[in-house]
């Protein structure tokens, strides 16, 4: 989330005060606002002392420290107002300011919680309790509070982009674009909310809508880095290269500390980082209030500038430092995704029966998914770029819905050890409707639709159970080659989490490769596994054998793959832009003596 500008704390004053009077203390406010800051703050010490018993007094006195940056004394002040009146639903608020301000993130929560416990219809304490709940990451939470903030103020536009930002992070695109577009609605004016909205627009594959919105916040803000950035990621997708380069740079022209933009132009292979640039980026990593993302994009970067150069020690110091970041970020552990498949396999224990009777009088959907499949950096993009070369067939590219329609099914059973290890038939039910109309949202004709999410394979016996007849594609390839392509890669949202430690990354290999197998007992001939290594050195005989499969006809685009202009998202963009490239799977050989746990551990895997 964008971080959000200090919310002043609130000077309210409590009802029925005796003491001074008003016109005073309200005499010393206006000195304070009209710049007379010290005057104003030693004129009420003074009535703090004439006054000990005045809550209203400390409060603004609190007020007075926080708005100067004397945080530890606004603390003081705030607490000692309690003591006198507990009860200051305000005081309450303006301490939950000021603790967040320190870091204190869970004590400011419990404020501004006693706020809303006093006062319920208090729409700024639902809103910055909303956004300490985001830095938290409980995005559910932090839904609940925004709803009540614009709720009680219909006008708060800043509430609706963070509501927004909420359910973004959920990836529920459709209530963030909505409650972006309200944001909006009451300030046209909100650049920042501009943007977003055009991060909805992109994420749902409407590009030029998404440029549109890009451009409109910088028309409002130019000064607007992150507008910049996804601009840059947008003419990516769209393999304007120069353009997206000269994107990241004027994000980078705004703001030199711009870490993702760093990040983003050393994917370009054909980039020279200046210099200044290169020292800019090192200064950064010694910057102490940096957060962890950030951290990550420049040790990324950092990393592919030491590989362009050869520099293989500093290349591994800054890529072995930026996974070990990024896993703590995570918060990552191997032993949920030990668990998650253990459930997998005592769920399909036994082969549960499709529901193919129950769709014979509802299933109305002309969509047919095409499912491509395996580890990371496989080759899925490959194939599905060309695949959606091919006249019937639309690149939908990494869709995650099936993932979440699955995996709270199976972390729920992974708390509940008593409840059955079967999904029910209105389980699966749901699941394929869901799945269809998500299809059916796309702007396309084409009935045949890939997804290209890597991660179903876990899901392969649900597929088969609500589509009995689908098409599975199963990518293969060396792998040390597909592994090292993983770990030598920063992904985007908060999956593949084993990615970022080489014995987390051997083992869930071994977890995927088990399963894959399990998959091939289960469903024997429901599976079409193709080899990349096979795929670059024999293209036309592999392209014929997987549109059989696929039970295309033949289309010479397909071989051509490298022409077709579709928007491409993953981290493989710029190589499904080029000739079939064949020796990629030995890229690693030039790393080994870096990569042994890797090698060593992948062992057991490898072709005998």
């Known amino acids: 989330m964008k971080k959000q500008k200090k919310r002043s704390v609130s000077l309210q004053h409590a009802k029925n005060q005796q003491g001074p009077p008003r016109e005073v203390i309200q005499s010393i406010i206006d000195s304070f606002s009209n710049g007379q800051k010290k005057e ?43 003591t006198l009146q507990p009860e200051y639903s305000e005081v309450h608020y303006n301490l939950g300011v000021t603790l967040r301000e320190l870091g204190k993130i869970e004590e400011a929560i419990s404020c501004y919680k006693n706020a809303i416990l006093l006062k319920h219809a208090y729409p700024n304490a639902h809103y910055n309790l909303g956004n300490a709940l985001i830095t938290l990451k409980k995005y559910d939470d932090a839904i609940i509070h925004f709803s009540f903030a614009v709720a009680i103020n219909p006008k708060f536009s800043q509430a609706y982009n963070n509501l927004g930002l909420a359910y973004k992070s959920l990836e529920n695109d459709f209530e963030a674009g909505k409650n972006f577009d309200k944001a909006l609605a009451i300030n046209p004016g909100y650049a920042e909310a501009a943007n977003h909205r055009g991060g909805i627009f992109q994420n749902t594959g409407d590009l030029e809508k998404a440029i549109e919105y890009y451009e409109k916040s910088l028309a409002i803000n130019p000064k607007l880095a992150d507008a910049h950035n996804n601009i840059g990621l947008t003419e990516k997708e769209l393999n304007k290269t120069d353009s997206s380069i000269r994107s990241f740079e004027k994000a980078l022209s705004v703001d030199p500390n711009y870490a993702n933009a760093y990040y983003n132009l050393s994917q370009f292979n054909n980039y020279s980082f200046s210099e200044k640039q290169i020292k800019n980026m090192q200064s950064i990593l010694q910057t102490d209030d940096m957060d962890q993302s ?24 800054y890529l072995n430092e930026g996974n070990r970041i990024r896993k703590i970020d995570l918060n990552y552990s191997f032993n949920t995704s030990k668990k998650i498949i253990s459930i997998i396999y005592k769920i399909f224990a036994e082969r549960p029966n499709s529901i193919k009777k129950s769709l014979k009088n509802n299933d109305t959907s002309n969509k047919s998914p ?55 038939e209105k389980d699966l039910i749901l699941i394929r409707e869901k799945y269809l109309d998500s299809l059916n949202q796309l702007n396309t004709s084409e009935s045949i639709i890939s997804d290209k999410t890597p991660a179903n394979f876990q899901y392969i016996g649900i597929i088969l159970s609500i589509f009995p007849n689908a098409k599975i594609i199963h990518l293969k390839r060396d792998p040390r080659a597909t592994c090292w392509s993983i770990y030598k890669s920063k992904w985007s949202g908060n999956g593949y989490g084993f990615s970022y430690n080489m014995d987390d990354l051997v083992g869930y290999y071994g977890l995927y490769s088990k399963l894959m197998n399990f998959w091939h007992e289960k469903f024997p001939g429901k599976i079409y596994d193709i080899c990349y290594e096979d795929l670059t050195t024999n293209q036309e005989y592999e392209t014929r054998n997987l549109l059989e499969y696929c039970e295309l006809d033949w289309d010479e685009k397909c071989l051509n793959f490298h022409k077709n202009k579709r928007a491409v998202k993953t981290a493989s963009s710029m190589q499904v832009r080029e000739k ?29």
């Open 40 to 82: 104003a703050i030693i004129a009420i010490e003074i009535l703090t002392k004439d006054f000990p018993l005045e809550a209203l007094l400390f409060n603004v006195c609190g007020s007075f420290y926080q708005s100067t940056g004397q945080l530890d004394l606004a603390v003081k002040k705030f607490e000692k107002a309690l």
């Open 294 to 317: 950030n951290l990550v994009a420049i040790n990324f970067a950092l990393a592919a500038v030491n590989e362009n150069s050869g520099n293989n020690d500093m290349f591994f110091n």
């Open 370 to 424: 095409l499912f491509i499949l395996g580890m990371p950096r496989s080759g899925t993009s490959l194939v599905e770029q060309i695949l959606s070369s091919h006249q019937a067939v639309y690149g939908g590219g990494e869709l995650s819905i099936l993932m979440k329609l699955c995996l709270p099914l199976i972390e729920g059973k992974l708390s509940n050890e008593k409840h059955t290890n079967t999904y029910s």
């Open 580 to 608: 079939m490239y064949q020796g990629s799977s030995d890229a690693w050989r030039k790393y080994a003596g870096h990569i042994k746990p890797l090698i060593h551990g992948l062992e057991p895997y490898l072709k005998k």
